[in-house]
C-alpha cells in the first residue's frame, strides 16, 4: 500500500458554489478511507500548466465542469469513447505515469438515476422525447442510444443545435420545432427536460403537458428546485417523475471508485448530504 494519500477535487470557474466536495466528503468518511477531495478555481489560461501539474502533487483524478468540460478533450492523453461522442469530459484520471484520461460519466449517472427512481423504465417500451440540445441533452441522447431506445425525438430552441445532434446520432434522432415540444411528448414512453427551464433563477417551463402518456417515465435534470413544475404535473398525470439530484450523485460514483477504490452507494444518506446544504 502506498503511503501517499490520494487527493482528487473538481475543477472550473466558478466552483464555490460546487456540492461535490460534499459528496465525496461524506463517502470517504462513510467507508473509514484516505483522501482528501477539494474544489480548484482554475482559469482558462491556467487550465493546461494545472492539469500537468497535479499528478505530480499527489492527484489521483479531478472532476471537470464549466467552462472546461469541451477544452479538456484536447488536453488529455486518451478519451474514453463516449467521452469523444458527446464531446465533453466530466472526470480525469491520472494514471501512474502521469498520463490523463478523460472520461464522461453525465450518461452512465442519468441511466442509473432512472433505473433507480423507475426500476420498472423499459427503453424498449416507446420513443423517448428530450427538451434541449445542450451538452447534457448529448449526454442524455447518447445513453438512450446505448440502452437501445428505437428513436429520440428532440426540440430545441435553437433548431440548428437539435440538426447537430442528429447529424452526430443519426436517423433515429427526429428533429420537431420548439412551438411542436408539446405535440412531440404524444406517445412518447421516456420524456426528459434537459433545459434549464424550470430553474431557480430562470426562465418557467411552459412547454404544454398535454399529451403526455400517464404511462411514460420522466426526468428533469433540474435539482434546484428539486420538484419541478415539470415534475410537478407529470405526477399529477400519472406518470413516475424521477429528480435531477440523483444524476449528480450517480455521475459522481464512477470516478470515485477509481480514486479511492471503492463504489460508493447512492442512497438516501448521500441525497440527504446535498439536500441540507
Given at each position: 500500500m502506498s503511503d501517499r494519500i490520494p487527493l482528487a477535487g473538481v475543477i472550473g470557474s466558478p466552483i464555490a458554489h460546487s456540492k461535490s466536495p460534499l459528496l465525496h466528503r461524506h463517502w470517504l468518511e462513510r467507508y473509514g478511507l484516505r483522501g482528501f477531495y477539494v474544489p480548484m478555481?482554475?482559469?482558462?489560461?491556467?487550465?493546461?500548466?494545472?492539469?500537468?501539474?497535479?499528478?505530480?502533487?499527489?492527484?489521483?483524478g479531478v472532476n471537470v465542469t464549466i467552462p472546461h468540460k469541451e477544452t479538456i478533450l484536447s488536453l488529455a492523453d486518451s478519451v474514453s469513447d463516449r467521452a469523444a461522442l458527446i464531446g465533453s469530459a466530466n472526470t480525469l484520471i491520472f494514471r501512474a505515469d502521469g498520463k490523463v484520461y478523460a472520461d464522461n460519466t453525465d450518461g452512465i449517472g442519468f441511466i442509473e438515476n432512472l433505473r433507480q427512481g423507475a426500476p420498472g423504465w423499459d427503453p424498449t417500451s416507446g420513443p423517448a422525447a428530450v427538451l434541449g440540445a445542450g451538452g447534457a441533452a448529448r449526454a442524455v441522447v447518447a445513453a438512450l442510444s446505448e440502452q437501445g431506445v428505437r428513436e429520440i425525438r428532440v426540440s430545441n430552441r435553437t433548431r440548428s443545435r437539435a440538426e447537430a445532434l442528429r447529424a452526430e446520432f443519426g436517423p433515429k434522432i427526429v428533429i420537431h420545432d420548439w412551438v411542436q415540444a408539446?405535440?412531440?411528448?404524444?406517445?412518447?414512453?421516456?420524456?426528459?427536460?434537459?433545459?434549464?427551464?424550470?430553474?431557480?433563477?430562470?426562465?418557467?417551463?411552459?412547454?404544454?403537458?398535454?399529451?403526455?402518456?400517464?404511462?411514460?417515465?420522466?426526468?428533469?435534470?433540474?435539482?434546484?428546485?428539486?420538484?419541478?413544475?415539470?415534475?410537478?404535473?407529470?405526477?399529477?398525470?400519472?406518470?413516475?417523475?424521477?429528480?435531477?439530484?440523483?444524476?449528480?450523485?450517480?455521475?459522481?460514483?464512477?470516478?470515485?471508485?477509481r480514486w479511492f477504490g471503492r463504489r460508493p452507494e447512492v442512497d438516501e444518506a448521500a441525497r440527504a448530504v446535498l439536500l441540507e446544504q
Open positions: 478555481d482554475v482559469a482558462h489560461a491556467d487550465l493546461k500548466q494545472v492539469l500537468e501539474a497535479l499528478p505530480r502533487m499527489g492527484f489521483v408539446g405535440a412531440m411528448i404524444d406517445g412518447a414512453a421516456t420524456v426528459v427536460n434537459t433545459t434549464s427551464l424550470g430553474m431557480v433563477g430562470k426562465a418557467e417551463f411552459k412547454v404544454p403537458l398535454d399529451a403526455l402518456s400517464p404511462d411514460a417515465v420522466v426526468s428533469d435534470l433540474v435539482y434546484v428546485p428539486l420538484e419541478t413544475p415539470f415534475l410537478r404535473e407529470a405526477r399529477a398525470r400519472g406518470c413516475v417523475a424521477v429528480d435531477g439530484l440523483g444524476m449528480l450523485l450517480h455521475q459522481a460514483a464512477p470516478g470515485f471508485e
